[in-house]
T-cell receptor, first 116, second 112 residues
């Protein structure tokens, strides 16, 4: 079964530490999305890549967050330095964009981050 | 702009009750519409989708019809089960901007 794989599933860290979350999209998919989910804000789009190029990262706090796709099989989301307000579940999703649309998105199981 | 509005929860129903979760959208062009479901501790999973007006998506007893005239995609199920307890998200894909827009989610709890 093809699926999006995220690591780590859980991360507890202290304020000020660097956090890196990784995502392996489904093989052959050319779009990758990073979302953050909290009780207060719901599901927020952080970044969006197509063919490894960042197309939209307007939802991401630029001073501490960065997102990259070093290659087609890996997407990373880094927070440096982390703050307690970054505590959330971070989801990666991938899809196939052909022509004008992306069709459906496939979500990973999420990385639950707790910053103390 | 593009956006999705869905009814606020939480929704609590008794087993075998009828379910409706309202979803309306604003979009340029001709979007595809989706319902995703999120079970506790898991990621979002596609429940059903419709890609053009008057299409009906269906899966696991859930249905939703793409209504362009009312810009709606309401989710329905005739008889809910305890196992349907989850958060349901309505979403659209603009099909032109390669962008997804999600509603805020509606939490459903089904009690025996």
């Amino acid at each position: 079964d093809a699926r999006v794989t995220q690591t780590p599933r859980h991360k507890v860290t202290e304020m000020g530490q660097e956090v890196t979350m990784r995502c392996q999209p489904i093989l052959g998919h050319n779009t990758v999305f990073w979302y953050r989910q909290t009780m207060m804000q719901g599901l927020e789009l952080l970044a969006y890549f197509r063919n490894r190029a960042p197309l939209d990262d307007s939802g991401m706090p630029k001073d501490r967050f960065s997102a990259e796709m070093p290659d087609a099989t890996l997407a990373t989301l880094k927070i440096q330095p982390s703050e307690p307000r970054d505590s959330a579940v971070y989801f990666c999703a991938s899809g196939l964009s052909s022509g004008g649309g992306t069709g459906e998105l496939f979500f990973g199981e999420g990385s639950r981050l707790t910053v103390l | 702009g593009n956006s999705v509005t869905q009814m606020e929860g939480p929704v609590t129903l008794s087993e075998e009750a009828f379910l409706t979760i309202n979803c309306t959208y604003t979009a340029t062009g001709y979007p595809s519409l989706f319902w995703y479901v999120q079970y506790p501790g898991e990621g979002l999973q596609l429940l059903l989708k419709a890609t053009k007006a008057d299409d009906k998506g269906s899966n696991k007893g859930f249905e939703a019809t793409y209504r362009k005239e009312t810009t709606s995609f309401h989710l329905e199920k005739g008889s809910v089960q305890v196992s349907d307890s989850a958060v349901y998200f309505c979403a659209l894909n603009t099909n032109t901007g390669n962008q997804f827009y999600f509603g805020t989610g509606t939490s459903l709890t089904v009690i025996p």
